[in-house]
């Protein structure tokens, strides 16, 4: 069974923060979700904390 069979049965879908410089950050986040995944970008790390504090995140990217 592939990955995306996998997540497909599942109900919660992992929801990742992207904290990198651009275009890196575009180009990590376009590729995350193109594997199925919940993405959510912040260009400083303030914007990203504002966001921890306000959603559960799985992984967060710096």
Do not use: C, W
Request: hydrophobic share 50%.
């Amino acid at each position: 069974m592939d990955t995306t069979a996998i997540r497909e049965q599942r109900s919660y879908q992992e929801t990742i923060l992207v904290v990198l410089e651009d275009p890196v950050r575009e180009l990590v986040a376009a590729v995350l979700r193109f594997r199925g995944l919940r993405v959510e970008t912040a260009v400083s790390g303030r914007e990203a904390l504002a966001k921890a504090r306000n959603a559960a995140f799985d992984l967060i990217v710096l």
